[in-house]
């Protein structure tokens, strides 16, 4: 958990401009596993994103477009 926190405080800092020259292989792996998961939860986010919306279920509080317009030509 410590080294998960290092690496999001790491991550930052070379997004704030450190160099990434400064960085030893211990730091670069932890990095890697960072950007994974960073990936996995951005393309998961897009997945929803692309999904469309849900259509209105058979509640009996949704007023039908039909109901509306039969109303509206009988003169109501």
Sequence with gaps: MNEEKEM????NQ????????ELDARQM????????AKTA???????QLE???N???NNKNV??????EDLLNDGF
Aim: aromatic fraction near 6%; glycine fraction near 6%; charged fraction near 25%.
């Design 14 to 21: 070379l997004m704030e401009g450190k160099s990434i020259n």
């Design 51 to 53: 999904k469309p919306p």
């Design 29 to 36: 792996k932890g990095l890697l596993k960072v950007f994974v």
């Design 63 to 68: 007023i039908s477009t039909s109901l509306v």
């Design 41 to 47: 939860k951005i393309n998961e986010r897009k997945i």
């Design 8 to 11: 999001e405080l790491l991550f």
């Design 55 to 57: 259509p209105p279920s």
